[in-house]
């Protein structure tokens, strides 16, 4: 049998300080934890190489937090561990997210010796006032300085992250964000909406009149959604536009239900039917992996059941949508009730047939959420009203 794929990512929880709307797992400023953290991510990556057996690993991922604040050297060191343990494609794709403050030519260049080959840059606005109102520590010149440098040292594959909705944000100044991107040229743009999250310094000013409202949101990613398209960049994702070939083929495996492995705090796996979930901070991990003590905060097995509402899920959140036929056949179970609704998304202009699959519009992905959750309902009230034997077990008492 052919070796199956499979993509590790790498959490790196380390940034020099914390935005006002991160609600990630990240620790500002804790270097001092920093040397012992990165001795657990080898350990770990030694302990699990076992379970990558009979798989090639085509993407790899470091994320945070903010992995160049981290160490270039300390990241080399890692993807090094990777390529002796497992199975790396030589062309695989292998990103690190990077900050503009923590960019410099000698890291581009020791990450590019190491083997990386691409970068996605939290560019987040091309405002400096609004940049400095969020607590990012760069403005847009460095965003230009740090594109610059990562061409000169021989990243081609540069992707940049925006953020629209922000306080303060109109359309022009959207507009001129996205302008000032596509001057750059990177090959791949993420637009994400601001998500005011409990617990981050902005959820103080949720009710601030200064926030978008949900109605400004929906005109500032349509209007991205139409300018990169005129500007050659394709929506494969709600949130991710790229230029032909360039799509992020690591995020493609979480929206596709391919294989991947996760190390570090807060990390996940999805693996031979099952999801593990690495303990959500640093020093719990650091701890965990020293004493061989419990180091995940959830492991369960997915029910196919769940696994077809993950397909839902997953899938109606990229371009490519949902197969009828691929869903009937991995899951076992009609398609009909989900066609039904996507048809009367179609008479709404939420929803297209493309071939013989099926997926959202740009006006639906602004929607998504509720639609998904309608599609869901739909598949729960056959499961439980047809008898749909979704679990092996319930199979079995079909059979008995």
């Known amino acids: 049998m052919a070796d199956r794929t499979l993509g590790i990512y790498i959490h790196i929880p380390f940034c020099a300080s914390r935005c006002a709307y991160c609600d990630f797992c990240s620790t500002a400023d804790r270097r001092d934890l920093i040397p012992a953290y990165q001795q657990a991510l080898i350990q770990h990556l030694r302990e699990a190489a076992p379970l990558a057996e009979g798989y090639l690993v085509d993407t790899v991922y470091f994320g945070g937090g903010t992995p160049t604040w981290y160490g270039a050297e300390r990241l080399a060191e890692l993807f090094g561990e990777i390529k002796e343990r497992y199975k790396v494609l030589t062309d695989g794709e292998v990103t690190f997210e990077a900050n503009p403050d923590s960019v410099t030519e000698k890291g581009l260049k020791a990450l590019r010796k ?30 230009v300085s740090a594109v610059d440098l990562a061409w000169k040292t021989g990243f081609e594959n540069i992707s940049l992250d925006l953020i629209y909705g922000l306080p303060g944000q109109s359309r022009e100044d959207w507009a001129d964000t996205l302008r000032k991107a596509m001057e750059l040229q990177p090959k791949h743009i993420s637009c994400y909406g601001l998500k005011v999250e409990e617990g981050t310094p902005l959820w103080s000013r949720r009710e601030d009149p200064d926030l978008p409202d949900e109605d400004t949101q929906a005109d500032l990613y349509l209007y991205a959604v139409d300018t990169l398209a005129a500007a050659g960049y394709v929506q494969y994702e709600i949130s991710n536009f790229a230029k032909s070939g360039c799509a992020s083929r690591h995020n493609l495996k979480y929206w596709m239900g391919e294989e991947y492995l996760g190390f570090g705090a807060s990390a996940a796996s999805w693996l031979g039917g099952k999801r593990f979930t690495v303990l959500p901070d640093a020093e719990g991990y650091i701890a965990a992996i020293g004493s061989g003590g419990e180091l995940m905060s959830e492991l369960e097995e997915i029910s196919l059941y769940e696994q077809a509402s993950e397909y839902v899920m997953l899938r109606m959140r990229t371009a490519r949508g949902m197969d009828p036929k691929e869903y009937e056949t991995r899951y076992q179970n009609s398609f009909e009730p989900l066609e039904k609704l996507m048809e009367s998304y179609v008479r709404l202009g939420l929803a297209q047939r493309v071939g013989d699959r099926w997926r959202f519009t740009p006006r639906g992905f602004l929607l998504s959420n509720r639609l998904i959750g309608e ?22 008492d079909t059979l008995f």
Do not use: C, T
């Open 375 to 396: 599609l869901l309902d739909a598949q729960a009230e056959q499961k439980y009203h047809m008898g749909i034997p979704w679990r092996k077990e319930d199979y079995y």
């Open 114 to 143: 190491a083997g990386f080959n691409r970068i996605s840059l939290g560019a987040q606005s091309a405002n400096d006032g609004i940049l400095r109102e969020l607590g990012r520590r760069h403005d847009w010149a460095q965003v």
